[in-house]
């Protein structure tokens, strides 16, 4: 074991021997990797080895925790008789049992503390494929972003978006004028499906306080990497759900952290287990998502490793990034697993000691086919090694201990409550009370408001000075009175005619009337 090094276990020689150490190195931990292998032969072991390792030295680790069984990793291991002889014939000494520092994290906020991220960080592509929409109605949230930003709304969670939903189908014809087609149908169709989110859980994830990535980034005092697990068991059951919120995680990481080149050791090692779902059923775009954030967060300093049964799993153009690899047995019993077992032994450096393809289908359970990057960068040739045991405990760990854990975790009063600030549901809740309030004023006060209205719109038009002014209120109220009897026709008297009026009704000597006369001759030539 070295300190600039992952000890995974050792290797088998043609004589059946164990002697030559297999090892990650870890300026080469944020090349990213993969852990492949049927359901049962090691690949939960390997994650929780590799997570141990990156902790003490110093890195922290996020994980998902899909069966339960990678919370052992938050207690202290036993020293079994099997875990001893395994460690013996790796020549794994000492062979020291001890407990990680642990974060647990659930989006459910049921076996860890709430994650919670906001609509807007999570962004119209996400939350399109979230919710599986088509071209069209995915143009529509693309709208609906856009108009929360033109209009100062706030979206942070559901409500706040389906709020915004409804307002933009009852103004579809002036958006569509603006933005394109805003159809009805399309904005019912998505509210659907924000329902069927709602309904798995999802409001439980929009919200506030939103995930801080720092808190995921954490070390100790000792200078151990914290590990952060995700409790995923409730979570599989909303698999897509579970693929966006690590996408999501993932992109985050992507445009916050600052480039750091090659360290000597990764910032963060964040591992995707069930890393079929992210990919199954993906528009083109998604995908060339994933193959962006892959190539360029490692200049960030982050590894990704994705844990899944099956290579096919991952697009070529992901697996091509992926360095160091460790693949557990798979099953070669229909054409479609030869196929996989023929592309798990075709993606290694061959080894002239043993066919790698006949290799994969014969190793037991602890055992796996490793290549991990060495001197260069450059893949090693492919060994069969025994992986090591844990330090940590193997299984999962009781409801108590992990109340324990999370009552001493050093985020446990920022996520536990909720808050629930002003937001997009809120202002347009204001807006409407406005415009009915408005509408519920008496009909003279909309006579009065409507009669300013024109004054307003009047102001810079040619006006006699001094005609009309000095009225009493009891003339305007004879005025309104007027008003209400004109039939529906009669239009508004223009300014020249209202101030002849204004003379003739404070004229009253006959040298005043000639003068009207003298006017109203000249404007008739």
Known sequence: ????????????????????????????????GMVTGATGTGKTVTLQILAEGFSNAGVPVFAADIKGDLSGIAAIGTAQDFLLKRAETIKLEPYDVQEFPVIFWDLFGEQGHPIRATVSEMGPLLLSRLMNLTEAQEGVVNIAFRLADEEGLLLLDMKDLQALLATMAARADELSARYGNVNKASVGAIQRSLLILEQQGGNNFFGEPALRISDIMRTTPDGRGAISVLAADKLMMSPRLYATFLLWLMSELFEQLPEVGDPEKPRLVFFFDEAHLLFDEAPKALIDRVEQVVRLIRSKGVGVYFVTQNPLDIPETVLAQLGNRIQHALRAYTPREQKAVRVAADTFRPNPDFDCFQAITQLGTGEALVSTLEAKGIPAMVQRTLIRPPSSRLGPITPEERRKVMSASPVASQYDTAVDRESAFEMLQKRAAESVRRDDRPADDRRDRDRDDDRREDKGR????????????DDDDDDRERSRRKPSGYQRQTVTEAAIKS???????????????????SLRR
């Not at 006699?464 to 002014?469: E, I, S, T």
């Not at 009253?508 to 006369?517: E, Q, T």
């Open 462 to 473: 040619w006006t006699l000075p001094d005609f009309g002014q000095g009225r009493r209120d």
């Open 503 to 521: 003379v003739v009704r404070s004229v009253g000597s006959s040298l005043g009337r000639a003068l009207v006369r003298g006017i109203l001759g």
């Open 1 to 32: 074991m070295a300190d600039d090094s992952i000890f995974i276990g050792a290797s088998r020689k043609p004589d059946d021997s164990y002697q030559r150490p297999e090892q990650l190195l870890l300026k080469y931990g944020n090349r990213h």
